[in-house]
């Protein structure tokens, strides 16, 4: 996020200078009463209060399903550091997103579904299909483009794909999968089983006229999805401020008079309780909800981006209030799991991410006479 929040006078300033740009004298709440996240100390007091609840929402759920979801976003971490580290090694071809400091919103809002329910997202995809069950053997095969991995290293990092494991992508068209997720959850609904589907997207997506389309027709037919916007605050190099003229995306559905949240995506359990929400909304009601859920992207956009649109001591702020570690205190705090039992969350993820490189590294890269099966051009 820029130093200084832009105003909405500034917002079309096209020359880059968004970090220089008038700041509004203090935080204001707007006409309807929503609080402008554009300002940091905002988004920090927003956070303070979702420290409190995540407290709250720990003591009502599960042990054993919050050391699998801290074990989750444990190993989104190390499997992605991994991932960066092969990749510069010349090991991964290709494009590579990364999703670190984004592990909250996989996390919380999947774990929060039934295994049939059905996911679709974009090229920002590994932790996601870990999550949604696909193995890190697998996931990790598939970045290196060998036979082994989920789509027989046919896809890459951007197009992860398990049917069996109901996660449809993996896609590289900024905004495609609201559509196909749109299609997705109305296949569902009129072939009546009770799926619900998951639809992730960036905040630069929200500008694409598929975003509106699809939240039209979804309410319109009253479809079972759920809209996640993971606002990560960039598109490429291109801050939020620059290119959207309003910072508050979730109330974009109320223009079609659709449900809608802002989330504070730093806090695993604000989303899973979020989600909760939406799926009894789907799955009761048939009705589709859209949730922000505000993060912040930690590395470059993919692992080609030089990265000088923002500043280290920008990324240094966000890191401050990691996602894991407030999780990790949190559960500390409500004396769920010891500083051992993390010990062994950490060795573990060590352990599946390094399974995963050898079994990636073994693997053979696909037959030349594979060359063009399951392959649509
Ligand atoms: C239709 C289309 N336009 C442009 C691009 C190039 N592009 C790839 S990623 C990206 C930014 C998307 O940002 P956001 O939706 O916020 O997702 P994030 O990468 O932050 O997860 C752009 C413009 C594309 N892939 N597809
Ligand atoms: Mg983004």
Not at 14 to 19: F, L, Q, T, V
Not at 127 to 134: L, R, S, Y
Not at 258 to 286: H, P, Q
Request: proline share 3%; glycine share 10%.
């Amino acid at each position: 996020m820029p130093k200084a929040a832009v105003s909405h006078k500034t917002a079309g300033d096209r020359n880059g200078s968004a970090a220089k740009s008038t700041k509004p004298s203090k935080a204001k709440a707007d006409k309807n009463g929503n609080e402008d996240f554009a300002i940091v100390e905002l988004a920090k007091a927003e956070y303070q209060k979702r420290r409190k609840s995540q407290f709250e929402a720990i003591k009502k759920t599960d042990k054993k399903l919050l050391r699998e979801m801290l074990y989750q976003m444990v190993l989104g971490r190390r499997f992605e550091e991994k991932c960066a580290e092969v990749y510069r090694m010349g090991k991964i071809g290709g494009f590579c997103h990364l999703y670190i400091g984004q592990e909250a919103i996989g996390v919380g809002s999947m774990m929060a579904l039934k295994p049939s329910d059905m996911v679709i997202t974009s090229y920002r995809d590994h932790v996601q299909a870990m999550v949604k069950g696909i193995s890190p053997e697998a996931v990790m095969a598939e970045l290196y483009g060998k036979e082994g991995g989920c789509v027989k290293g046919k896809g890459g990092s951007m197009h992860m794909f398990s049917a069996e494991h109901e996660f449809f992508g993996g896609h590289g068209i900024v905004g495609g999968q609201i559509g196909v997720g749109t299609g997705m959850a109305y296949a569902a609904k009129y072939k009546g089983t009770d799926q619900v589907t998951l639809c992730f997207f960036g905040e630069a997506a929200v500008n694409q006229g598929i975003f509106h389309e699809s939240l039209n027709m979804a309410q319109l037919w009253k479809l079972p999805i759920i809209y996640i916007c993971e606002n990560n605050q960039y598109g490429m190099g291109t801050s939020q401020d620059r290119a959207l003229s309003t910072r508050n995306i979730a109330k974009k559905a109320d223009a079609f008079e659709m449900a809608n949240e802002f989330v504070d995506g730093m806090d695993v359990m604000a989303v899973r309780e979020a989600t909760l929400r939406a799926i009894k909304r789907a799955r009761e009601e048939s009705l589709p909800t859209l949730l922000e859920v505000r993060a912040y992207r930690y590395m470059g956009h993919s692992m080609s981006d030089p990265g000088n649109y923002r500043t280290r001591e920008e990324i240094a702020k966000y890191q401050e209030r990691d996602p894991i570690v407030l999780f990790k205190d949190s559960l500390k705090e409500a004396k769920v799991l010891t500083e051992k039992d993390f010990e062994s969350i950490e060795r573990e993820a060590v352990e599946a991410t390094a399974r995963a490189v050898r079994f990636a590294d073994e693997s053979p890269y696909p037959a030349g006479d594979e060359l063009l099966t399951d392959v649509f051009a």
